[in-house]
């Protein structure tokens, strides 16, 4: 049986590989999804699976976890640290930012930025 910090660590990976039916697989059918580079939230798999394939048409992100946190209220605080470049390799943005996962039924249930 997965661990959360297992689950995590297979999302990241599943997202920097482009390998979408492999991090659906950890979020629930009822996910919310932080939709950084658009604003609101996709929610369910569909939207999510949109909203990267926009995103990935424009950009080309790279997210790797430094550190999980499980927080007082059951959470998860994942710091990562990021690298966005344009489809033509030039660097967007490059920096360290926080997620913040909550967990429903073993699965990622929502996922949010926290402001810096």
């Known amino acids: 049986m997965n661990t959360a910090q297992d689950l995590i660590r297979q999302a ?12 659906l697989a950890t979020l ?11 604003g609101d939230y ?5 939207e999510v699976r949109a909203y990267w394939q926009r995103q990935w048409q424009e950009l080309d992100p790279h997210v ?3 550190s999980i946190k ?3 209220d059951g959470k998860l605080e994942v710091a990562v640290q990021q690298v966005v470049k344009d489809k033509h390799g030039a660097l967007v943005f490059a ?3 926080t997620h913040v996962y909550t967990l429903q ?6 996922m ?4 810096k």
């Open 70 to 72: 499980e927080l007082p």
């Open 42 to 46: 996709a929610t369910g798999h569909d």
């Open 12 to 23: 990241y990976a599943a997202f920097n590989a482009r390998d979408i039916p492999a991090v």
């Open 112 to 115: 949010d930025i926290a402001p």
């Open 28 to 38: 629930h059918p009822q996910v919310r999804w932080a939709r950084a580079w658009e």
């Open 105 to 110: 039924e073993g699965l990622l249930q929502q």
């Open 64 to 66: 790797e976890p430094t």
């Open 95 to 97: 920096g360290p930012v």
